[in-house]
């Protein structure tokens, strides 16, 4: 038999394949990972996580019927959101109550350390509260901020709040108008219903103890009031969301509410908080998906003939 009959013969039995797929599927075990340049994210992510965070008036995520506290719709929202990130983003996670926000976990890759970042993040809760007091804008806000220039890497801020602040923020209280516009961009996310709800109390180890009562409480002065006579009730919590973007809007971030897991993700993959990186990227699918290709067509035409005599 001649050479070009003997290379008809193999074409013609299609074993040629089978070789070829070998050093595609040997490929794409030793393939390195290639450098593009693509778009990525870092964020601070900073959960309040003070007692009105605790209302139970957020729908399950999960599909329960029971609505379930704040502070846990924004960590399953916010698992959600982590699984859309493009690997090479960065995501740091830092808790809120009293004045100051402390940083848990530095921006870290999200693919490399995904599982690292959801372990950590079912870890947090009002059990980390050193105080029951908070300054959402004049103290949290700022100290997340401080928290995301100290760590560089142009990292942006996500701070997921119901805006409740204990004791209150007089309507005519200038403070919040000291932190710096434009230093970090950032987002400030509302979480929280629109019906005033009991606030539960907590003890010092996280046990649930009852509700605050009207009397437990720092109350706004009535004459305070617009009109001045709204009577205050501090006890009650619901989303403050105009003060929330109130607060956005004089330091230069912008205000989202969370509904849905959606609306997270919008935020935390915004264009415009977006930065330019090179990513080391896995192309090993490449040449498996060719290798399988291949097989499937050196072996189909068997499986159709055996189909067809049985």
Not at 3 to 20: G, H, M
Not at 165 to 188: F, Q, S, Y
Not at 189 to 218: C, F, H, L, M, S
Not at 280 to 309: C, E, G, H, Q
Request: neutral net charge; contains cysteine; glycine residues 8%.
């Amino acid at each position: 038999m001649s050479a070009a009959s003997a290379v008809l013969a193999l074409l013609r039995r299609r074993n040629w394949a089978i070789v070829a797929a070998v050093p595609l599927l040997a490929a794409a075990v030793w393939m390195p990972d290639v450098m593009f340049q693509r778009d990525v994210f870092r964020t601070i992510v900073t959960f309040d996580i003070t007692q009105s965070m605790d209302v139970e008036d957020a729908a399950d995520i999960d599909g329960g019927a029971a609505p379930v506290s704040r502070l846990d719709f924004a960590r399953a929202a916010m698992r959600e959101a982590l699984g859309r990130l493009p690997c090479g983003s960065k995501i740091g996670w830092s808790i809120f109550t009293g004045q100051n926000t402390l940083l848990l976990v530095p921006p870290i890759e999200v693919c490399a350390n995904f599982d690292a970042l959801l372990a950590s993040l079912d870890g947090i809760d009002g059990s980390m509260r050193w105080t029951n007091w908070s300054r959402v804008a004049e103290g949290g806000v700022f100290a997340a901020v401080r928290t995301a220039t100290s760590v560089g890497q142009g990292a942006s801020v996500l701070f997921l709040t119901d805006g409740q602040e204990a004791p209150p923020v007089l309507p005519d209280d200038r403070r919040v108008r000291d932190i710096p516009r434009g230093e970090v961009k950032g987002w400030l996310i509302g979480v929280g219903g629109d019906q005033p709800a009991p606030i539960p109390k907590t003890d010092r180890n996280g046990r649930r103890i009852g509700y605050w009562r009207a009397d437990e409480v720092i109350q706004v002065p009535a004459q305070s009031r617009a009109g001045g006579a709204i009577e205050s009730h501090e006890e009650l919590s619901e989303l403050r969301g105009q003060y929330l973007s109130s607060v956005a809007g004089q330091i230069g971030f912008a205000y989202r509410r969370l509904r849905t897991p959606r609306d997270l993700i919008a935020a935390m993959t915004d264009e415009r908080y977006a930065l330019r990186d090179r990513v080391p990227t896995r192309l090993n699918w490449m040449p498996v998906a060719l290798a399988f290709v291949l097989l499937v067509w050196r072996f189909m035409p068997s499986v159709l003939r055996s189909k067809a005599s049985a």
